[in-house]
């Protein structure tokens, strides 16, 4: 098993930046990805970004392309995603979470860090 804890969250402004942090512990020799969803309320959950833990291969969803940027740090076993020109419409709950395989889909993912809260205002 692997324990995730989120952190960085809180109350942005639009156009404004945000950095979140998950630092991993346990088993982490079987992560192969680690990655980063987002629930709003009432809606699902839906893929953010991932990066591989052995090559640093990036892939993200389309609505935060060219935004956020997910990067690793493998001495601390920790991923971060840095947000920038945040909107709205990116207010959600986000969860940092590890899976054995490369996968935009939240089953594939084996464990789950609680989250961390992002509020973006108009």
């Known amino acids: 098993q692997v324990q995730l804890v989120e952190s960085g969250g809180g109350l942005v402004q639009a156009g404004d930046s945000r950095r979140l942090s998950c630092e991993a512990a346990g088993r982490t020799f079987s992560v192969e990805t680690m990655g980063w969803f987002r629930q709003a309320p009432g809606k699902e959950r839906e893929f953010v970004a991932g990066?591989?833990?052995?090559?640093?291969?990036?892939f993200y969803a389309d609505s935060v392309k060219g935004r956020f940027n997910i990067s690793r740090d493998n001495a601390k076993t920790a991923v971060y995603l840095q947000m920038n020109s945040l909107k709205p419409e990116d207010t959600a709950v986000y969860l940092c979470?590890?899976?054995?395989?490369?996968?935009?889909?939240?089953?594939?993912?084996?464990?789950w860090g609680q989250g961390t809260q992002v509020t973006v205002s108009s």
């Open positions: 990066i591989t833990w052995s090559g640093g291969y990036t």
């Open positions: 979470a590890v899976g054995p395989t490369v996968s935009r889909y939240a089953r594939t993912y084996t464990s």
